[in-house]
Each structure stands twice: as structure tokens, then as C-alpha cells.
């Protein structure tokens, strides 16, 4: 089988539509988030809904391979904790444990985020879970960790447009202040790649 995180925002969805016209064993392909806004799985902001619209409602993908972040609970870190149990259930590991997906799609912000791993954020230091509660402006979003993101076997980072010049300037640099620019701390143990348009690396 093969696991893969999605990206949310505008960015991946011509790569989204473009999979669903694959001709792909979807049986053996499992979907995970890599964060998802805290609103409702039909909300138009909702990184699920975009990738439902533009991929897996177009392919014959088993109901059960789709494993989206729950924003149902009405808590957060309640709603983060059980993606992180459903996450040890599936991968079959323990507390404390790490899996390792098999590709993690990232996007990147003009302010060097990731994920919802914000600028200075306490998200950024969780080390002990899979998943935790990132915060941007005062709105929380459920969100992979970046030990859990460092863990895979191959991340590609999709960055499109001159507004993340800057960032990515920083996030190339030699030295730069990580909790800026968090997209610098992803540094996993498999493949890391950069999928850039718009911008010079």
C-alpha cells in the first residue's frame, strides 16, 4: 500500500485533478492531511473538501482509505488527540512511536509556514505527538507535527508565486531563524524535494 498526506490551499489542486484522471490501484492508496482548517468537512475553506472536489470523489477510492482530520468535536486538542490514536491504530504503533507515510505533500506561505506550523507558535515545539493544534491569528487548525513530517519517506514541498520570495529565500539560507521560518525545519529522514514556479531558488 502506499500512504500519502495532502496539502491544502489553491496550489496542489491542478496536481489533484491531474491524479484523478490516473489510472491508479486506488485500493491500495491510503489519504491522510497534512492539516485541515478547524471548520466543517463542507466548509469552502476545508483542505478536505478541495481534494474530495478535485480527486477522490472522481476516482473509485474505498471510503476507507480516506482518512480525514475530524473538526466535529467541537475541541481541537480533543479532535487532534483522536487523529493521533487513529493514526497509532493504523500504522499499528505505540504511544510515542513515529510512523513513517510514504509521501508528504507540503505547501509553503509567503511567511514561511507549513502545514499549520505557524511563525513562533507553541505547535512548533511538539515533539511527544503525531498530531497537534496549530493556531494562525487566534483560529486553531489541527496539523501534523514536524517530527511526524520528518519522519517520512519522501516530502515534496509544492511553492508557487513571487509573494513567497522572500520566504524561500530564508528557508534556503544558511542560517536563519527556524521558528520564523518553519518551513526550515523540515529536514526528514527520506527524500526532500521542491516543486517551484513563480520564484528563483
Same mark, same amino acid.
Given at each position: 500500500?502506499?500512504?500519502?498526506?495532502?496539502?491544502?490551499?489553491?496550489?496542489?489542486?491542478?496536481?489533484?485533478?491531474?491524479?484523478?484522471?490516473?489510472?491508479?490501484?486506488?485500493?491500495?492508496?491510503?489519504?491522510?492531511?497534512?492539516?485541515?482548517?478547524?471548520?466543517?468537512?463542507?466548509?469552502?475553506?476545508?483542505?478536505?473538501?478541495?481534494?474530495?472536489?478535485?480527486?477522490?470523489?472522481?476516482?473509485?477510492?474505498?471510503?476507507?482509505?480516506?482518512?480525514?482530520?475530524?473538526?466535529?468535536?467541537?475541541?481541537?486538542?480533543?479532535?487532534?488527540?483522536?487523529?493521533?490514536?487513529?493514526?497509532?491504530?493504523f500504522f499499528q504503533v505505540s504511544p510515542g512511536a513515529?510512523?513513517?507515510?510514504?509521501?508528504?505533500?507540503?505547501?509553503?506561505?509567503?511567511?514561511?509556514?507549513?502545514?499549520?506550523?505557524?511563525?513562533?507558535?507553541?505547535?512548533?515545539?511538539?515533539?511527544?505527538?503525531?498530531?497537534?493544534?496549530?493556531?494562525?491569528?487566534?483560529?486553531?487548525?489541527?496539523?501534523?507535527?514536524? *517530527? +511526524? /513530517?520528518?519522519?517520512?519517506?519522501?516530502?515534496?514541498? $509544492? #511553492?508557487? &508565486?513571487?509573494?513567497?520570495?522572500?520566504?524561500?529565500?530564508?528557508?534556503?539560507?544558511?542560517?536563519?531563524?527556524?521558528?520564523?521560518?518553519?518551513? *526550515? +525545519? /523540515?529536514?526528514?529522514?527520506?527524500?526532500?524535494?521542491? $516543486? #517551484?514556479? &513563480?520564484?528563483?531558488?
Amino acid at each position: 500500500q502506499c500512504t500519502i498526506a495532502l496539502a491544502g490551499g489553491n496550489t496542489p489542486r491542478p496536481l489533484y485533478e491531474s491524479i484523478a484522471n490516473q489510472n491508479l490501484p486506488w485500493d491500495k492508496i491510503h489519504v491522510f492531511w497534512g492539516d485541515e482548517r478547524y471548520v466543517a468537512p463542507d466548509h469552502p475553506d476545508s483542505n478536505q473538501k478541495m481534494a474530495r472536489q478535485a480527486w477522490l470523489d472522481q476516482v473509485p477510492i474505498p471510503p476507507t482509505n480516506v482518512h480525514p482530520m475530524e473538526t466535529g468535536a467541537g475541541d481541537p486538542e480533543a479532535d487532534a488527540a483522536a487523529h493521533d490514536a487513529h493514526l497509532q491504530e493504523f500504522f499499528q504503533v505505540s504511544p510515542g512511536a513515529f510512523p513513517s507515510l510514504d509521501l508528504i505533500l507540503l505547501g509553503m506561505g509567503g511567511d514561511g509556514h507549513t502545514a499549520s506550523l505557524f511563525p513562533y507558535t507553541d505547535a512548533l515545539k511538539v515533539s511527544d505527538r503525531l498530531i497537534t493544534v496549530g493556531n494562525k491569528d487566534g483560529q486553531p487548525r489541527i496539523t501534523f507535527t514536524v *517530527r +511526524l /513530517i520528518n519522519q517520512a519517506r519522501c516530502v515534496i514541498f $509544492l #511553492v508557487a &508565486g513571487a509573494d513567497k520570495q522572500e520566504a524561500l529565500d530564508q528557508v534556503f539560507a544558511e542560517k536563519a531563524d527556524d521558528m520564523n521560518y518553519p518551513s *526550515r +525545519l /523540515i529536514q526528514p529522514q527520506g527524500e526532500l524535494q521542491w $516543486l #517551484v514556479t &513563480g520564484v528563483n531558488i
